[in-house]
Protein backbone atom coordinates (compact mmCIF):
# COMPACT_ATOMS: atom_id res chain seq x y z
CA UNK A 1 0.00 0.00 0.00
CA UNK A 2 1.33 3.60 -0.85
CA UNK A 3 -0.04 6.29 1.84
CA UNK A 4 -0.47 9.97 0.68
CA UNK A 5 -2.22 13.02 1.78
CA UNK A 6 -3.34 14.12 -1.68
CA UNK A 7 -4.19 11.46 -4.83
CA UNK A 8 -4.56 12.55 -7.73
CA UNK A 9 -5.94 10.49 -10.67
CA UNK A 10 -4.74 12.01 -13.76
CA UNK A 11 -2.18 14.74 -15.23
CA UNK A 12 -4.27 16.92 -17.76
CA UNK A 13 -4.76 20.75 -16.44
CA UNK A 14 -7.37 19.86 -14.17
CA UNK A 15 -5.07 17.72 -12.03
CA UNK A 16 -1.66 19.12 -12.27
CA UNK A 17 -2.66 23.05 -11.48
CA UNK A 18 -3.86 21.31 -7.96
CA UNK A 19 -1.03 19.45 -7.38
CA UNK A 20 0.72 22.76 -7.89
CA UNK A 21 -0.70 25.36 -5.80
CA UNK A 22 -1.16 22.11 -2.45
CA UNK A 23 2.16 21.16 -2.87
CA UNK A 24 3.68 25.02 -3.04
CA UNK A 25 1.17 25.42 0.16
CA UNK A 26 1.83 22.42 2.18
CA UNK A 27 5.44 21.72 1.22
CA UNK A 28 5.94 19.32 4.03
CA UNK A 29 2.53 17.47 2.67
CA UNK A 30 2.64 14.19 0.23
CA UNK A 31 0.84 14.93 -2.92
CA UNK A 32 1.07 11.31 -5.82
CA UNK A 33 -0.48 11.87 -9.44
CA UNK A 34 -1.29 8.43 -10.90
CA UNK A 35 -1.75 8.95 -14.55
CA UNK A 36 -2.39 5.58 -17.22
CA UNK A 37 -0.10 6.70 -19.79
CA UNK A 38 2.74 8.99 -20.24
CA UNK A 39 2.38 12.21 -17.98
CA UNK A 40 1.72 14.92 -20.75
CA UNK A 41 -1.02 12.47 -22.54
CA UNK A 42 -4.29 14.03 -21.98
CA UNK A 43 -7.04 16.02 -23.69
CA UNK A 44 -5.68 18.98 -22.44
CA UNK A 45 -2.34 18.67 -24.79
CA UNK A 46 -4.67 19.00 -27.82
CA UNK A 47 -6.49 21.57 -26.85
CA UNK A 48 -6.30 24.15 -30.11
CA UNK A 49 -8.47 27.04 -29.83
CA UNK A 50 -7.69 28.63 -26.19
CA UNK A 51 -9.12 29.78 -22.98
CA UNK A 52 -12.52 32.17 -22.92
CA UNK A 53 -11.22 34.84 -20.73
CA UNK A 54 -12.24 38.42 -20.79
CA UNK A 55 -9.05 40.21 -20.85
CA UNK A 56 -10.57 43.75 -22.93
CA UNK A 57 -13.20 45.51 -21.11
CA UNK A 58 -13.72 48.02 -23.52
CA UNK A 59 -15.38 46.00 -25.95
CA UNK A 60 -15.97 42.56 -23.64
CA UNK A 61 -17.48 42.57 -20.14
CA UNK A 62 -18.22 39.18 -17.78
CA UNK A 63 -21.74 39.95 -18.54
CA UNK A 64 -21.45 39.49 -22.19
CA UNK A 65 -19.51 36.29 -21.90
CA UNK A 66 -22.10 35.18 -19.26
CA UNK A 67 -24.65 35.76 -21.43
CA UNK A 68 -23.00 33.63 -24.33
CA UNK A 69 -22.83 30.89 -21.74
CA UNK A 70 -26.27 30.85 -21.24
CA UNK A 71 -27.37 31.21 -24.88
CA UNK A 72 -25.24 28.09 -25.54
CA UNK A 73 -26.27 25.84 -22.17
CA UNK A 74 -30.17 26.40 -23.92
CA UNK A 75 -31.76 27.19 -20.20
CA UNK A 76 -29.65 24.45 -18.24
CA UNK A 77 -26.69 25.91 -16.84
CA UNK A 78 -26.51 27.15 -12.80
CA UNK A 79 -26.01 30.80 -13.09
CA UNK A 80 -24.21 31.27 -9.76
CA UNK A 81 -21.62 28.99 -11.43
CA UNK A 82 -21.59 30.76 -14.69
CA UNK A 83 -20.98 33.94 -13.10
CA UNK A 84 -18.44 32.36 -10.84
CA UNK A 85 -16.34 30.77 -13.50
CA UNK A 86 -16.28 33.59 -15.71
CA UNK A 87 -15.19 36.61 -13.46
CA UNK A 88 -12.73 34.34 -11.80
CA UNK A 89 -10.93 33.57 -15.31
CA UNK A 90 -8.51 36.78 -15.39
CA UNK A 91 -6.81 35.38 -11.65
CA UNK A 92 -6.32 32.16 -13.22
CA UNK A 93 -4.63 33.03 -16.04
CA UNK A 94 -2.38 35.80 -14.20
CA UNK A 95 -1.49 31.92 -12.48
CA UNK A 96 -0.73 30.56 -15.40
CA UNK A 97 1.40 33.16 -17.41
CA UNK A 98 3.39 33.45 -13.85
CA UNK A 99 3.92 29.63 -13.98
CA UNK A 100 5.51 30.23 -17.59
CA UNK A 101 2.54 29.59 -20.04
CA UNK A 102 2.83 32.45 -23.03
CA UNK A 103 0.06 33.00 -25.10
CA UNK A 104 0.38 35.41 -28.45
CA UNK A 105 0.22 39.07 -28.44
CA UNK A 106 -0.35 41.50 -31.09
CA UNK A 107 2.36 44.03 -32.01
CA UNK A 108 0.87 46.81 -29.93
CA UNK A 109 1.11 44.13 -26.76
CA UNK A 110 -2.33 43.20 -25.68
CA UNK A 111 -3.61 39.63 -26.03
CA UNK A 112 -4.11 38.30 -29.57
CA UNK A 113 -8.23 37.24 -29.00
CA UNK A 114 -9.93 34.84 -31.43
CA UNK A 115 -12.94 34.24 -32.02
CA UNK A 116 -14.92 31.06 -31.79
CA UNK A 117 -19.01 29.41 -32.13
CA UNK A 118 -21.35 31.51 -29.74
CA UNK A 119 -18.93 34.20 -28.42
CA UNK A 120 -20.23 37.55 -29.35
CA UNK A 121 -16.94 39.09 -28.84
CA UNK A 122 -13.11 38.22 -29.55
CA UNK A 123 -12.09 36.80 -26.44
CA UNK A 124 -9.49 33.61 -26.57
CA UNK A 125 -7.04 33.81 -25.34
CA UNK A 126 -4.22 30.85 -27.28
CA UNK A 127 -1.23 30.02 -28.29
CA UNK A 128 -1.32 29.80 -32.00
CA UNK A 129 -3.68 26.40 -32.81
CA UNK A 130 -1.49 24.54 -29.73
CA UNK A 131 -2.47 26.16 -26.54
CA UNK A 132 -3.19 23.01 -24.47
CA UNK A 133 0.24 21.40 -25.57
CA UNK A 134 1.97 25.22 -24.22
CA UNK A 135 -0.43 24.78 -21.04
CA UNK A 136 0.37 21.30 -20.30
CA UNK A 137 4.19 22.10 -20.99
CA UNK A 138 4.40 25.03 -18.69
CA UNK A 139 2.20 23.10 -15.84
CA UNK A 140 4.08 20.02 -15.84
CA UNK A 141 7.71 21.76 -15.36
CA UNK A 142 6.04 23.44 -12.42
CA UNK A 143 5.31 19.91 -11.08
CA UNK A 144 8.38 18.11 -11.33
CA UNK A 145 10.02 21.84 -9.44
CA UNK A 146 8.28 20.32 -6.38
CA UNK A 147 9.97 18.10 -4.09
CA UNK A 148 6.37 16.75 -2.55
CA UNK A 149 4.95 15.70 -5.46
CA UNK A 150 5.03 12.19 -7.13
CA UNK A 151 3.92 11.55 -10.66
CA UNK A 152 3.65 7.65 -11.42
CA UNK A 153 2.92 6.90 -15.11
CA UNK A 154 1.64 3.59 -16.40
CA UNK A 155 -0.45 3.48 -13.25
CA UNK A 156 -4.32 2.43 -14.24
CA UNK A 157 -7.12 3.36 -11.17
CA UNK A 158 -9.16 0.77 -11.18
CA UNK A 159 -11.74 1.67 -8.41
CA UNK A 160 -12.13 3.70 -5.55
CA UNK A 161 -11.94 2.55 -1.83
CA UNK A 162 -14.91 3.50 -0.49
CA UNK A 163 -16.57 2.83 2.88
CA UNK A 164 -20.26 3.99 4.22
CA UNK A 165 -20.05 6.76 1.39
CA UNK A 166 -16.10 8.11 2.53
CA UNK A 167 -13.55 7.66 -0.03
CA UNK A 168 -9.93 6.86 1.39
CA UNK A 169 -8.07 6.59 -1.94
CA UNK A 170 -7.85 4.05 -5.12
CA UNK A 171 -6.16 0.68 -6.29
CA UNK A 172 -4.36 1.07 -9.88
CA UNK A 173 -2.45 -1.35 -12.01
CA UNK A 174 0.78 -0.82 -12.79
CA UNK A 175 0.98 -1.71 -16.06
CA UNK A 176 4.80 -2.89 -16.60
CA UNK A 177 4.65 -5.23 -13.55
CA UNK A 178 0.61 -6.23 -13.66
CA UNK A 179 0.63 -5.33 -9.74
CA UNK A 180 -2.49 -3.85 -8.58
CA UNK A 181 -1.24 -1.13 -5.29
CA UNK A 182 -3.83 0.16 -3.04
CA UNK A 183 -3.31 3.83 -2.42
CA UNK A 184 -4.31 5.17 0.43
CA UNK A 185 -5.06 9.08 0.85
CA UNK A 186 -6.88 11.64 2.77
CA UNK A 187 -8.49 12.89 -0.24
CA UNK A 188 -8.74 12.07 -3.55
CA UNK A 189 -9.36 13.84 -6.70
CA UNK A 190 -10.79 12.65 -9.67
CA UNK A 191 -8.91 14.00 -13.00
CA UNK A 192 -9.42 11.93 -15.54
CA UNK A 193 -10.98 13.82 -18.78
CA UNK A 194 -13.35 12.51 -21.15
CA UNK A 195 -15.11 9.77 -22.78
CA UNK A 196 -14.32 10.26 -26.77
CA UNK A 197 -12.74 6.54 -27.26
CA UNK A 198 -16.32 5.35 -26.72
CA UNK A 199 -17.63 6.86 -29.87
CA UNK A 200 -14.38 6.34 -32.02
CA UNK A 201 -14.81 8.69 -34.19
CA UNK A 202 -13.37 11.43 -31.63
CA UNK A 203 -11.35 14.47 -31.27
CA UNK A 204 -9.86 12.87 -28.19
CA UNK A 205 -6.80 10.78 -27.77
CA UNK A 206 -7.26 7.27 -26.77
CA UNK A 207 -6.81 7.47 -23.16
CA UNK A 208 -10.14 9.09 -23.06
CA UNK A 209 -12.35 6.09 -21.98
CA UNK A 210 -14.44 7.40 -19.01
CA UNK A 211 -12.40 5.83 -15.93
CA UNK A 212 -13.14 8.31 -13.30
CA UNK A 213 -16.72 8.82 -13.91
CA UNK A 214 -17.22 4.55 -14.33
CA UNK A 215 -15.44 4.67 -11.00
CA UNK A 216 -17.63 6.83 -9.04
CA UNK A 217 -20.31 5.23 -10.55
CA UNK A 218 -19.62 2.06 -9.16
CA UNK A 219 -18.77 4.19 -6.08
CA UNK A 220 -22.63 5.62 -6.05
CA UNK A 221 -21.54 9.18 -6.65
CA UNK A 222 -23.65 11.16 -7.98
CA UNK A 223 -23.88 11.39 -12.00
CA UNK A 224 -25.65 14.11 -13.76
CA UNK A 225 -26.07 15.10 -17.76
CA UNK A 226 -24.39 12.59 -19.71
CA UNK A 227 -26.91 12.82 -22.33
CA UNK A 228 -25.42 15.72 -23.49
CA UNK A 229 -22.43 15.03 -25.66
CA UNK A 230 -21.01 17.77 -27.39
CA UNK A 231 -19.70 17.09 -31.30
CA UNK A 232 -17.16 19.74 -32.86
CA UNK A 233 -18.24 20.30 -36.19
CA UNK A 234 -14.90 20.21 -38.23
CA UNK A 235 -13.17 17.37 -37.52
CA UNK A 236 -10.71 16.31 -40.65
CA UNK A 237 -12.23 13.60 -42.53
CA UNK A 238 -10.78 10.71 -43.30
CA UNK A 239 -12.43 7.21 -43.64
CA UNK A 240 -10.24 5.47 -41.00
CA UNK A 241 -11.85 4.68 -37.56
CA UNK A 242 -10.65 6.18 -34.34
CA UNK A 243 -9.04 9.23 -33.76
CA UNK A 244 -9.87 12.23 -36.09
CA UNK A 245 -8.00 15.67 -36.12
CA UNK A 246 -9.32 18.63 -35.41
CA UNK A 247 -9.80 21.81 -37.26
CA UNK A 248 -10.21 24.15 -34.98
CA UNK A 249 -13.14 26.33 -34.05
CA UNK A 250 -11.07 29.34 -34.38
CA UNK A 251 -10.52 28.94 -37.96
CA UNK A 252 -14.26 29.94 -38.34
CA UNK A 253 -13.82 32.25 -36.37
CA UNK A 254 -10.69 33.59 -38.56
CA UNK A 255 -13.43 33.76 -41.72
CA UNK A 256 -13.69 30.48 -43.18
CA UNK A 257 -16.91 29.18 -44.64
CA UNK A 258 -19.03 25.91 -44.05
CA UNK A 259 -19.81 25.11 -47.75
CA UNK A 260 -21.56 21.48 -49.31
CA UNK A 261 -19.82 19.77 -52.10
CA UNK A 262 -21.13 21.67 -54.34
CA UNK A 263 -20.04 24.74 -52.98
CA UNK A 264 -23.52 26.08 -51.10
CA UNK A 265 -22.57 28.05 -47.77
CA UNK A 266 -25.31 25.98 -46.33
CA UNK A 267 -25.14 27.58 -42.42
CA UNK A 268 -26.73 30.98 -43.18
CA UNK A 269 -30.15 28.56 -44.06
CA UNK A 270 -29.98 27.17 -40.29
CA UNK A 271 -28.83 30.42 -38.31
CA UNK A 272 -27.87 34.12 -38.45
CA UNK A 273 -24.72 33.84 -36.75
CA UNK A 274 -23.63 31.77 -39.71
CA UNK A 275 -20.73 29.44 -39.40
CA UNK A 276 -20.87 31.36 -35.55
CA UNK A 277 -23.24 29.57 -34.14
CA UNK A 278 -22.87 27.42 -30.97
CA UNK A 279 -21.18 23.82 -31.67
CA UNK A 280 -24.74 22.33 -31.48
CA UNK A 281 -26.19 24.19 -34.22
CA UNK A 282 -23.56 24.00 -36.69
CA UNK A 283 -23.34 20.04 -36.15
CA UNK A 284 -26.68 19.55 -35.96
CA UNK A 285 -27.10 21.30 -39.42
CA UNK A 286 -23.78 19.49 -40.87
CA UNK A 287 -25.68 16.02 -40.02
CA UNK A 288 -28.75 16.94 -42.05
CA UNK A 289 -26.74 18.17 -44.42
CA UNK A 290 -25.25 14.81 -45.07
CA UNK A 291 -28.78 12.95 -44.55
CA UNK A 292 -29.84 15.59 -47.19
CA UNK A 293 -26.65 15.30 -49.60
CA UNK A 294 -25.80 11.54 -48.90
CA UNK A 295 -21.97 12.72 -49.16
CA UNK A 296 -19.44 11.99 -46.39
CA UNK A 297 -18.49 15.57 -45.77
CA UNK A 298 -18.90 19.03 -46.01
CA UNK A 299 -15.75 21.43 -46.48
CA UNK A 300 -14.28 24.05 -45.09
CA UNK A 301 -13.31 26.54 -47.75
CA UNK A 302 -10.02 28.92 -46.32
CA UNK A 303 -9.09 29.82 -50.08
CA UNK A 304 -10.33 33.82 -48.99
CA UNK A 305 -8.14 34.21 -46.24
CA UNK A 306 -4.57 35.99 -45.91
CA UNK A 307 -2.57 33.00 -46.09
CA UNK A 308 0.42 34.51 -44.03
CA UNK A 309 -1.93 35.20 -41.60
CA UNK A 310 -3.17 32.12 -41.31
CA UNK A 311 0.35 30.22 -41.38
CA UNK A 312 1.14 32.09 -38.24
CA UNK A 313 -2.13 31.94 -36.59
CA UNK A 314 -2.55 28.17 -37.39
CA UNK A 315 0.69 26.69 -38.35
CA UNK A 316 -0.13 22.87 -37.38
CA UNK A 317 -3.44 22.72 -39.20
CA UNK A 318 -1.52 24.46 -42.05
CA UNK A 319 1.15 21.81 -41.74
CA UNK A 320 -1.41 18.84 -41.04
CA UNK A 321 -3.82 19.80 -44.39
CA UNK A 322 -0.49 20.11 -46.29
CA UNK A 323 1.21 16.90 -45.27
CA UNK A 324 -2.63 15.03 -46.58
CA UNK A 325 -2.19 17.13 -49.26
CA UNK A 326 -4.55 19.55 -48.60
CA UNK A 327 -3.48 23.68 -49.98
CA UNK A 328 -5.72 25.34 -47.76
CA UNK A 329 -4.42 28.35 -50.19
CA UNK A 330 -6.60 26.27 -53.21
CA UNK A 331 -8.36 23.28 -51.72
CA UNK A 332 -11.20 23.16 -49.42
CA UNK A 333 -10.82 20.77 -46.12
CA UNK A 334 -13.40 18.03 -45.79
CA UNK A 335 -14.65 17.82 -42.04
CA UNK A 336 -17.23 16.11 -40.39
CA UNK A 337 -18.39 16.28 -36.94
CA UNK A 338 -16.40 14.02 -34.49
CA UNK A 339 -17.75 13.40 -30.96
CA UNK A 340 -15.25 15.93 -28.93
CA UNK A 341 -16.69 16.79 -25.15
CA UNK A 342 -18.67 15.58 -22.28
CA UNK A 343 -20.71 18.07 -20.84
CA UNK A 344 -21.90 15.71 -17.82
CA UNK A 345 -20.34 13.52 -15.56
CA UNK A 346 -19.63 13.56 -11.68
CA UNK A 347 -21.91 15.81 -9.96
CA UNK A 348 -20.30 18.52 -7.80
CA UNK A 349 -21.18 21.29 -5.85
CA UNK A 350 -18.98 24.74 -5.96
CA UNK A 351 -16.32 23.68 -3.98
CA UNK A 352 -15.58 20.86 -6.06
CA UNK A 353 -17.01 18.47 -4.07
CA UNK A 354 -18.78 14.93 -5.07
CA UNK A 355 -21.38 13.37 -3.53
CA UNK A 356 -18.62 10.93 -1.56
CA UNK A 357 -17.00 12.46 1.53
CA UNK A 358 -12.88 13.06 0.51
CA UNK A 359 -13.52 12.68 -3.26
CA UNK A 360 -13.26 15.97 -5.36
CA UNK A 361 -13.78 16.25 -9.38
CA UNK A 362 -12.35 18.83 -11.87
CA UNK A 363 -12.13 19.30 -15.35
CA UNK A 364 -13.89 16.91 -17.91
CA UNK A 365 -15.23 14.43 -15.39
CA UNK A 366 -17.24 16.90 -13.61
CA UNK A 367 -20.67 18.28 -14.09
CA UNK A 368 -20.06 21.70 -12.21
CA UNK A 369 -23.51 23.32 -13.67
CA UNK A 370 -21.60 25.67 -16.18
CA UNK A 371 -22.18 23.71 -19.60
CA UNK A 372 -25.73 22.85 -19.13
CA UNK A 373 -26.76 21.47 -22.85
CA UNK A 374 -24.37 22.64 -24.54
CA UNK A 375 -20.83 23.82 -23.87
CA UNK A 376 -19.22 27.02 -25.14
CA UNK A 377 -15.99 26.66 -27.09
CA UNK A 378 -13.08 27.30 -24.93
CA UNK A 379 -14.61 27.11 -21.51
CA UNK A 380 -13.32 23.92 -20.61
CA UNK A 381 -10.02 25.04 -20.19
CA UNK A 382 -11.66 27.90 -17.94
CA UNK A 383 -13.78 25.69 -16.08
CA UNK A 384 -10.90 23.43 -15.10
CA UNK A 385 -8.82 26.34 -13.92
CA UNK A 386 -11.16 27.67 -11.75
CA UNK A 387 -12.23 24.29 -9.86
CA UNK A 388 -9.02 23.10 -9.62
CA UNK A 389 -8.74 26.61 -7.87
CA UNK A 390 -11.86 26.01 -5.80
CA UNK A 391 -10.85 22.52 -4.90
CA UNK A 392 -7.30 24.00 -3.37
CA UNK A 393 -9.38 26.73 -1.39
CA UNK A 394 -11.47 24.64 0.37
CA UNK A 395 -9.38 22.26 1.28
CA UNK A 396 -6.37 24.32 2.93
CA UNK A 397 -8.42 24.95 6.19
CA UNK A 398 -8.82 21.17 6.54
CA UNK A 399 -6.29 19.01 8.61
CA UNK A 400 -5.33 16.15 7.35
CA UNK A 401 -7.58 13.76 9.67
CA UNK A 402 -5.53 10.44 9.70
CA UNK A 403 -7.90 8.32 9.16
CA UNK A 404 -6.84 5.03 7.57
CA UNK A 405 -9.07 2.62 5.98
CA UNK A 406 -10.56 -0.11 8.18
CA UNK A 407 -11.99 -2.33 5.33
CA UNK A 408 -10.18 -5.44 4.00
CA UNK A 409 -8.58 -4.20 0.79
CA UNK A 410 -9.89 -6.67 -2.39
CA UNK A 411 -7.26 -8.83 -2.93
CA UNK A 412 -7.33 -8.43 -7.21
CA UNK A 413 -5.71 -12.31 -7.43
CA UNK A 414 -4.61 -11.47 -10.71
CA UNK A 415 -1.46 -13.44 -11.04
CA UNK A 416 -3.15 -17.18 -11.26
CA UNK A 417 -6.11 -16.50 -13.56
CA UNK A 418 -5.96 -16.65 -17.23
CA UNK A 419 -5.38 -13.45 -19.81
CA UNK A 420 -8.36 -12.32 -21.96
CA UNK A 421 -7.65 -12.85 -25.70
CA UNK A 422 -6.95 -9.10 -26.93
CA UNK A 423 -9.11 -9.96 -30.55
CA UNK A 424 -12.46 -10.47 -27.63
CA UNK A 425 -11.97 -7.34 -26.16
CA UNK A 426 -11.30 -5.28 -29.81
CA UNK A 427 -13.96 -6.62 -31.12
CA UNK A 428 -16.77 -6.23 -28.61
CA UNK A 429 -14.76 -2.55 -28.00
CA UNK A 430 -15.43 -2.17 -32.03
CA UNK A 431 -19.47 -3.16 -31.96
CA UNK A 432 -19.56 -0.94 -28.81
CA UNK A 433 -18.64 2.48 -30.57
CA UNK A 434 -21.00 1.25 -33.58
CA UNK A 435 -23.41 1.34 -31.54
CA UNK A 436 -22.99 4.38 -29.76
CA UNK A 437 -22.58 6.23 -32.87
CA UNK A 438 -25.87 4.84 -34.54
CA UNK A 439 -27.73 5.20 -31.13
CA UNK A 440 -26.57 8.17 -29.05
CA UNK A 441 -24.40 10.42 -31.65
CA UNK A 442 -26.13 13.99 -32.68
CA UNK A 443 -29.99 12.69 -33.70
CA UNK A 444 -30.71 10.10 -31.28
CA UNK A 445 -34.09 7.67 -32.37
CA UNK A 446 -36.54 7.10 -29.34
CA UNK A 447 -37.23 4.02 -30.54
CA UNK A 448 -33.92 3.01 -31.15
CA UNK A 449 -32.62 3.74 -27.26
CA UNK A 450 -34.28 0.89 -25.04
CA UNK A 451 -32.70 -1.33 -27.55
CA UNK A 452 -29.42 -0.18 -27.15
CA UNK A 453 -29.93 -0.25 -23.85
CA UNK A 454 -30.66 -4.32 -23.74
CA UNK A 455 -27.35 -4.96 -25.81
CA UNK A 456 -25.41 -2.43 -23.07
CA UNK A 457 -26.25 -4.74 -20.66
CA UNK A 458 -25.37 -7.83 -21.91
CA UNK A 459 -21.82 -6.64 -22.65
CA UNK A 460 -21.70 -5.62 -19.17
CA UNK A 461 -22.99 -8.70 -17.68
CA UNK A 462 -20.13 -10.84 -20.01
CA UNK A 463 -17.46 -8.21 -19.50
CA UNK A 464 -18.07 -8.33 -15.43
CA UNK A 465 -18.40 -12.56 -15.38
CA UNK A 466 -15.49 -12.48 -17.44
CA UNK A 467 -13.44 -10.02 -15.33
CA UNK A 468 -14.29 -12.65 -12.36
CA UNK A 469 -12.65 -15.60 -13.48
CA UNK A 470 -9.63 -13.40 -15.92
CA UNK A 471 -6.47 -11.37 -15.00
CA UNK A 472 -7.09 -7.86 -14.65
CA UNK A 473 -5.97 -5.80 -17.76
CA UNK A 474 -6.10 -1.82 -18.78
CA UNK A 475 -8.06 -2.97 -21.99
CA UNK A 476 -10.62 -4.98 -19.81
CA UNK A 477 -11.14 -2.40 -17.38
CA UNK A 478 -11.57 0.24 -20.25
CA UNK A 479 -13.93 -1.86 -22.00
CA UNK A 480 -15.71 -2.41 -18.92
CA UNK A 481 -15.95 1.59 -18.35
CA UNK A 482 -17.09 2.58 -21.62
CA UNK A 483 -19.84 0.12 -21.49
CA UNK A 484 -21.22 1.26 -18.20
CA UNK A 485 -20.74 4.89 -19.47
CA UNK A 486 -22.60 3.99 -22.75
CA UNK A 487 -25.32 2.99 -20.15
CA UNK A 488 -25.36 6.08 -18.38
CA UNK A 489 -25.96 8.50 -21.26
CA UNK A 490 -27.99 5.76 -23.07
CA UNK A 491 -30.19 5.73 -20.06
CA UNK A 492 -29.94 9.61 -19.79
CA UNK A 493 -31.15 10.16 -23.08
CA UNK A 494 -34.12 7.71 -22.37
CA UNK A 495 -34.86 9.95 -19.28
CA UNK A 496 -34.55 13.32 -21.00
CA UNK A 497 -38.10 14.09 -22.42
CA UNK A 498 -37.03 17.70 -24.27
CA UNK A 499 -34.57 18.77 -26.74
CA UNK A 500 -31.97 21.09 -25.72
CA UNK A 501 -28.23 21.97 -26.23
CA UNK A 502 -26.50 18.74 -27.94
CA UNK A 503 -29.38 16.70 -26.98
CA UNK A 504 -32.23 15.94 -30.16
CA UNK A 505 -34.28 12.83 -29.78
CA UNK A 506 -36.86 12.26 -32.54
CA UNK A 507 -39.32 9.66 -32.79
CA UNK A 508 -38.58 7.38 -35.99
CA UNK A 509 -35.96 6.91 -38.63
P1 LIG B 1 -7.42 15.55 -19.48
O1 LIG B 1 -6.59 16.65 -19.93
O2 LIG B 1 -8.02 14.68 -20.52
O3 LIG B 1 -6.56 14.65 -18.51
C1 LIG B 1 -7.06 13.42 -18.04
C2 LIG B 1 -5.94 12.66 -17.40
O4 LIG B 1 -6.45 11.53 -16.69
C3 LIG B 1 -4.93 12.11 -18.39
O5 LIG B 1 -3.65 12.32 -17.85
C4 LIG B 1 -5.25 10.62 -18.42
O6 LIG B 1 -4.16 9.82 -18.78
C5 LIG B 1 -5.67 10.39 -16.99
N1 LIG B 1 -6.51 9.21 -16.76
C6 LIG B 1 -7.69 8.91 -17.33
N2 LIG B 1 -8.15 7.73 -16.85
C7 LIG B 1 -7.23 7.30 -15.95
C8 LIG B 1 -7.12 6.13 -15.14
N3 LIG B 1 -8.03 5.14 -15.17
N4 LIG B 1 -6.03 6.01 -14.34
C9 LIG B 1 -5.07 6.96 -14.32
N5 LIG B 1 -5.11 8.07 -15.08
C10 LIG B 1 -6.19 8.24 -15.89
N6 LIG B 1 -11.08 23.13 -24.36
C11 LIG B 1 -10.94 24.47 -24.32
O7 LIG B 1 -11.34 25.10 -23.34
N7 LIG B 1 -10.31 25.13 -25.34
C12 LIG B 1 -9.84 24.49 -26.44
O8 LIG B 1 -9.27 25.11 -27.33
C13 LIG B 1 -10.01 23.08 -26.52
N8 LIG B 1 -9.58 22.40 -27.61
C14 LIG B 1 -9.65 21.04 -27.61
C15 LIG B 1 -9.13 20.33 -28.69
C16 LIG B 1 -9.11 18.94 -28.68
C17 LIG B 1 -8.54 18.19 -29.84
C18 LIG B 1 -9.66 18.25 -27.57
C19 LIG B 1 -9.65 16.75 -27.52
C20 LIG B 1 -10.22 18.95 -26.50
C21 LIG B 1 -10.22 20.33 -26.51
N9 LIG B 1 -10.76 21.07 -25.45
C22 LIG B 1 -10.63 22.43 -25.43
C23 LIG B 1 -11.30 20.39 -24.28
C24 LIG B 1 -10.23 20.40 -23.17
O9 LIG B 1 -8.97 20.17 -23.74
C25 LIG B 1 -10.49 19.35 -22.12
O10 LIG B 1 -11.84 19.37 -21.71
C26 LIG B 1 -9.60 19.57 -20.91
O11 LIG B 1 -8.27 19.69 -21.31
C27 LIG B 1 -9.77 18.43 -19.93
O12 LIG B 1 -8.78 18.52 -18.95
P2 LIG B 1 -8.77 17.44 -17.79
O13 LIG B 1 -7.60 17.75 -16.94
O14 LIG B 1 -10.11 17.39 -17.17
O15 LIG B 1 -8.59 16.05 -18.54
C1 LIG C 1 -11.40 24.24 -30.97
O1 LIG C 1 -10.29 24.76 -31.05
O2 LIG C 1 -12.22 24.27 -31.89
C2 LIG C 1 -11.78 23.55 -29.71
C3 LIG C 1 -12.24 24.51 -28.72
C4 LIG C 1 -12.96 23.83 -27.60
O3 LIG C 1 -13.23 22.65 -27.62
O4 LIG C 1 -13.31 24.55 -26.65
Not at 157 to 169: K, V
Not at 246 to 260: D, K, Q
Not at 501 to 507: A, D, E, L, S, Y
Amino acid sequence: MIVTNYLIIGSGVAGLTFAIKIAERFPDRKITIITKANEDESNTKYAQGGIAIVTDETEDSYQKHIDDTLICGDGLCDIEVVKMVITEGPKRLKELIAWGAKFDKTDKGNFDLGKEGGHSQNRVIHHKDQTGYEIERAILEQVHQKENITVLNHYFALDLITQNNYCFGAYALHERTKEVIAFQSDFTILATGGIGHLYGHTTNPVIATGDGIAMAFRANATIKDMEFIQFHPTALYDSSAGSKFLISEAVRGFGAYLRTQKGHRFMMDYDERGELASRDIVSQSIDLELKKSGNDCVYLDCTHLDLDAFMKHFPMIYERCKSVGIDIAKDWIPVVPAQHYLCGGVSVDKNGKTSIKNLFACGECSQTGLHGANRLASNSLLEALVYSDKIYEYLIPISIENNPFKGKLLDWNFAKKPEVQPDYLAKMKTELQLLMRQNAGIVRYEAELPKAKKQLLIWKNEIEDISKTHQISVALYELLNMITIGSLIVQHSIDRKDNRGGFMKVNAL
